[in-house]
């Protein structure tokens, strides 16, 4: 099982926008729920968005991206994407997508994890 990471442009000025992919191998993304965590430097990790399966579907994000951040899937490629506009200094950080847990309190990771891919939002 394998999720890897990808970034459409990973240095963006404050304002812009970058498009995330999480691409999974060896199984398919319809019956897992894949979601985005980030860790800042000398910050803890935080879940930034997940998305569930296509039975429940549903959405999670956190309060910082709410009306920023839209996550979504793309079921023939078996990727989920984490669309992120209007980004701030504060979006910086290394972005890795991993399976997820997705309950009514949050998103929690639940084993498999991609790489990391870092986010870069210049002044």
């Known amino acids: 099982l394998m999720l890897a990471a990808g970034v459409w442009g990973g240095l963006v000025q404050l304002g812009g926008s970058l498009n995330l992919s999480c691409k999974a191998s060896?199984?398919?993304?319809?019956?897992?729920?894949i979601g985005w965590f980030r860790q800042a430097p000398g910050k803890e990790r935080e879940g930034v968005s997940c998305i569930s399966t296509v039975i429940e579907d549903r959405t999670y994000y956190a309060d910082s991206v709410k009306g920023r951040f839209t996550i979504s899937r793309h079921n023939a490629e078996n990727t989920v994407h984490l669309q992120m506009t209007s980004l701030k200094a504060g979006d910086t950080a290394i972005y890795y997508c991993a399976t997820v847990d997705l309950l009514t309190s949050g998103c929690y990771p639940a084993g498999v994890w991609g790489q990391g891919t870092l986010v870069t939002v210049s002044s």
């Open positions: 060896g199984f398919t993304i319809d019956y897992h729920a």
